[in-house]
């Protein structure tokens, strides 16, 4: 495919401002056929509002989206879907309860005879669309709710190219996906771009930028600040015009732990927890690593109270812990961060300033009733420390960006004081900058003495972050290293279940 044709889809001086501040100014973006193009910036740059207008959700203030040279002026998402424009979010919009046929086909006029719908053509149009994604295996008379991650995202590809998109774009597209998936991913990508499918690629991982993408749009505080394409440009050039400053370092200095053994779990069981044993000491910061459904998030939910386990011991300060609830766990000092932020962390048409009450009504209240003078000033005392960026407390969190959404998520329970902070996957979706920003706070807290129990699949960030790093593979404990000097390779072989 001759990628120097002019552009499929153009992005020319847009602006847009929400509540009097300005989410994007002046915005210029080229999108050519043939080309999978990056759109990086850290959380709140502008992305999001940009991918927004480019389909139809929302309209701009000023500028003008063009399709094929000419003004495009698309009213609502089915007319940037008829025209070709397709976005595929990280919350993927699969309908669980109807089958995979009927969600490729869904959004396009169903094959009929005689007025009633021809249940055969529509399973042979579905089977040939997963065909073209090589994944005819996907069953396609199975309910969607019951495939894995990646099935699912190659369900809404093809669905994509069922209405015969000609730019795809992916938003975070390999979030929940392992490494083996992600491959899988990147070469159906690949051949949508051989065949001239334009694709918009957002990601914070900026590793799979420079093994996929061809150019890259780099954004800060709503502005393009560069396009290049990849082979000219470095990952740590990228970071420093993300943020607009050098990372020298993104992960801060190990401290010194204490020998105070704060969590103790003894052989314990669960649905995929099989006789795992552990200790966390005060202070420490205990990275645990394995690959999806290993158990790690199980093993999490545990300790939190958030699920019951069916043998063995949690000890918590020496002392039997076996809490029937999250809330009475965070009564004794233990809160998790879970990994679904936007349905398990925060109310999103509620406020910065009442997400955080939600989690210290106690604190909050008197005589029975919270007082919003105590609200906002708890909320302002903790949107300062962890620099959230937002126009006040009043602010819904729906409105944030992600990064600052696990902000408030870790402000709801910092504000506890609690004794042991267990999170779970706290920067997926994160940009660079504000992960640097989560790790610096998390150093803090484990100087303070707080025991740190972190469950990632990047590699890289446990052993950059945790003192030491347990690997699970199929609900039992495979290895566990000391994180400095450890190499990504020694712990995949752990999170493949093999002895080194």
Not at 250 to 258: S, W, Y
Not at 345 to 353: A, P, R, T
């Amino acid at each position: 495919m001759n990628r120097t044709q002019g552009p499929v889809l153009e992005a020319k001086a847009i602006s847009k401002h929400f509540d009097g501040v300005f989410a994007l100014s002046d915005v210029d973006l080229q999108v050519r056929p043939g080309e999978i193009h990056a759109l990086l910036g850290e959380n709140g740059a502008g992305k999001s509002t940009l991918v927004k207008i480019l389909t139809g959700l929302i309209a701009p203030d000023s500028g003008q989206v063009m399709l094929d040279g000419a003004p495009a002026h698309f009213k609502n998402v089915s007319e940037a879907h008829r025209a070709g424009i397709v976005a595929l979010y990280q919350e993927l919009s699969i309908v669980p309860n109807i089958t995979v046929a009927e969600n490729i086909l869904l959004g396009n006029e169903a094959p009929s005879r005689g007025g009633v719908v021809d249940w055969v053509r529509l399973r042979r149009v579905a089977r040939e669309q997963l065909k073209r994604l090589d994944q005819e295996h996907i069953p396609v008379n199975k309910m969607a709710g019951g495939l894995t991650p990646v099935q699912q995202t190659m369900v809404a590809i093809a669905r994509a190219i069922a209405v015969k998109a000609r730019v795809l774009i992916m938003d975070e597209p390999t979030a929940a996906l392992t490494d083996l998936e992600i491959k899988s991913l990147f070469n159906i990508l690949r051949k949508l771009r051989d065949e001239g499918v334009a694709i918009i690629y957002v990601s914070h991982r900026l590793e799979e930028v420079f093994a996929l993408c061809d150019r890259a749009t780099i954004m800060r505080n709503g502005q393009v600040i560069t396009t290049s394409k990849v082979e000219d440009i470095t990952i740590d050039e990228v970071i420093s015009t993300m943020v607009g400053r050098s990372l020298q370092k993104q992960f801060p200095d190990r401290g010194r732990h204490g020998d105070k053994i704060v969590v103790e779990l003894k052989n314990l069981f669960g649905r995929r927890v099989h006789d795992v044993s552990l200790t966390v000491r005060e202070g420490e910061v205990l990275g645990i690593g394995g690959l999806a459904g290993s158990g790690r998030s199980e093993l999490l939910r545990i300790i939190a109270g958030a699920q019951r386990h069916t043998s063995g011991r949690v000890l918590l300060h020496g002392q039997s812990h076996s809490h029937k609830s999250v809330g009475a766990a965070l009564n004794r000092g233990i809160a998790l961060v879970p990994e679904e932020r936007r349905s398990q962390g925060v109310i999103l048409s509620h406020s910065i300033g009442e997400n955080i009450a939600l989690g210290n009504l106690a604190r909050l209240s008197r005589w029975g009733l919270t007082t919003r003078a105590r609200t906002k000033s708890l909320a302002l005392r903790l949107m300062g420390e962890l620099q959230i960026k937002s126009l006040g407390p009043h602010q819904t969190v729906r409105q944030l960006s992600g990064g600052n959404q696990q902000k408030v998520v870790l402000a709801k329970y910092l504000a506890r004081n609690p004794k042991v902070l267990l999170l779970d996957e706290p920067t997926r979706g994160i940009d660079v900058g504000t992960k640097a920003e989560i790790y610096g706070l998390l150093s803090d807290l484990a100087a303070k003495g707080t025991a740190v129990i972190i469950v990632s699949s990047e590699l890289p960030e446990l052993i950059g972050l945790a003192d030491r790093i347990m690997l699970m593979h199929e609900g039992k404990v495979s290895g566990e290293v000391t994180a400095e000097g450890a190499d990504e390779e020694q712990l995949l072989v752990y999170c493949y279940g093999r002895a080194l």
